[in-house]
């Protein structure tokens, strides 16, 4: 009995059958295996991005994920802020004589092109290199980058409304010859000083996904305008204008104040145990190439003054009120695309294009860059069909009928609208490959071409032409460019990869010999 069982029992030996066929299986998968890291070494050589692959899929839709909710979240709150402006421009355009109109239009466009004139363009900046110092997890330079932002977006502010309040009159006088903008440029001056900290609330906010706090304040601030305007000039025969513009003003202090309350809670971490010396040597090593962008982004400021909102601005030095009411009519109407689309695409693909390129993920960036086109070539194209046709009835419903003439500015304007919707995503990623230079090139070309038209004389539909074919020039000289560099880009393996790809090869060939 105990033998039998002995000799039932397993002995534990593997038969030599059974060991022939499992060692077979071994040097089988060992030959895949061996194959399937030399194929990947190959695509290495051959510039293919194993962070591009199918493995991180999961991290692109997180990317397409957060553009569609925050570009959703700024649909809806400019959908409504739009329809509030077209209320608020309906409400002033039936109770302000023309001329009174274009007063308005000349002081809050004279804010925008102070601004710009002013601003050394924080926001492109911080899109820059807030994600590359976050990215690379130097806290030193964060800091520095975070104060110097935030004092320069206060000097702005402080010399723009300064000087609105000081130099009002001069420039009333001097430029315009109508004394009735003298105490406007003091008033809505007091507001100008919010108005300059847009861009450095409004970018920490988009960085920082945190787009309902860009959009709820604006929208709050709308409102505001228009239930104030509705209420005074429904009430109050005849007007002043100086309380038209007084509460414009308020409503710059409603659109930023609680933007600027959250950006200042988010940086505060990063902004822990901060000092002006720690903040300055923070950025010792990055002097240079923060102040390289700064002087080609400022100029790009100047240079484009003559695009929107300076446009409106220079029409009023070169023009009538009355063109400028045109004009203006003509983009209040082309402002739901302009809000809608241009304006939220842009918010919300800028930080996305800023934080793949500062993790080198080119490839991923491209794809983003296509697909951007393709949509927005689709969302623009459908956008033109449903405007034009309704032009007419808007011109109508908006304004009154004398206002009529302004039709083909307002068509001229809507190509020019969707074309900058269509190539939206090249601004951000020129800024990070510097080639803003390039940009102001175009830009100058587009305002000596504009000086030239003016010789012959200024009108609402000149204007509406010349900034047609800057954003053509754009296209050309610039947006190309741009596609073209970052194509070859991800034809490259990152960097960081390169001593991925040769341990990857050294380990490839170990096995190889080993066999």
Not at 69 to 91: C, E, Y
Not at 122 to 127: A, G, K, R
């Amino acid at each position: 009995m105990g033998r039998a069982s002995r000799e039932n029992r397993p002995s534990g030996r593997i038969p030599l059958s059974r060991q022939r066929t499992l060692t077979r299986i071994f040097h089988k998968f060992d030959g895949i295996a061996q194959a399937g890291l030399l194929l990947r070494v190959a695509g290495l050589k051959a510039g293919h991005d194993p962070a591009d692959r199918p493995v991180p899929a999961e991290r692109e839709r997180t990317v397409w994920r957060r553009f569609g909710k925050n570009f959703s979240l700024g649909f809806g709150g400019s959908a409504l802020s739009s329809l509030i402006g077209v209320g608020r421009t309906a409400v002033m355009t039936k109770v302000l004589t023309v001329a009174d109109f274009g007063r308005v239009l000349i002081v809050l466009n004279l804010a925008q092109f102070a601004r710009v004139a002013i601003s050394v363009r924080v926001n492109d900046m911080l899109y820059r290199f807030m994600p590359e110092f976050k990215e690379q997890n130097d806290r030193a330079a964060l800091q520095g980058l975070l104060i110097l932002a935030l004092l320069l977006s206060l000097a702005t502010g402080l010399i723009v409304a300064g000087g609105m309040v000081a130099l009002g009159p001069w420039i009333a006088q001097t430029f315009y010859r109508d004394a009735n903008l003298v105490g406007l440029f003091g008033i809505y001056g007091v507001g100008a000083l919010f108005l300059s900290l847009q861009e450095f609330c409004g970018t920490i906010l988009r960085l920082e996904d945190e787009f309902p706090w860009v959009i709820a304040p604006q929208l709050l601030g709308n409102l505001v305008r228009l239930v104030l305007l509705a209420t005074y000039l429904t009430l109050v025969h005849p007007y002043r204008l100086e309380w038209v513009v007084a509460i414009f003003a308020l409503g710059l202090v409603v659109d930023e104040v609680p933007a600027m309350w959250r950006a200042l809670v988010l940086i505060g971490p990063y902004l822990k145990g901060w000092t002006l010396r720690s903040a300055r040597d923070g950025l010792q090593r990055h002097w240079g190439d923060i102040g390289s962008t700064l002087s080609q982004t400022t100029l790009s400021g100047y240079l484009q003054l003559t695009s929107n909102p300076g446009d409106q601005f220079v029409l009023g030095l070169l023009s009538t009120p009355e063109e400028v009411a045109v004009y203006g009519l003509a983009q209040q109407l082309v402002r739901p695309v302009r809000t809608l689309l241009r304006r939220n695409v842009q918010l919300a693909v800028s930080p996305e294009t800023v934080s793949l390129w500062a993790q080198q993920r080119y490839r991923q960036l491209e794809r983003m860059v296509w697909r951007l086109l393709v949509i927005g070539g689709l969302i623009g194209g459908l956008a033109l069909i449903v405007l034009m046709p309704l032009a007419r009835w808007g011109v109508v419903w908006v304004g009154k009928p004398k206002y009529l003439h302004s039709l083909p500015v307002f068509y001229v304007v809507s190509a020019e609208t969707v074309l900058s919707v269509v190539l939206i995503a090249f601004y951000s990623i020129g800024l990070c490959m510097g080639l803003i230079k390039r940009r102001n090139l175009v830009l100058l070309a587009s305002a000596v071409a504009l000086g030239l038209v003016a010789l012959t004389g200024m009108t609402a539909f000149k204007m509406a032409s010349v900034q047609l074919g800057g954003t053509l020039l754009m296209a050309l000289f610039f947006d190309l460019p741009v596609m073209q560099r970052l194509h070859g880009l991800a034809q490259k393996p990152r960097p960081q990869q390169r001593a991925e790809e040769s341990a990857t090869e050294g380990s490839a060939l170990a096995r190889g010999e080993g066999g």
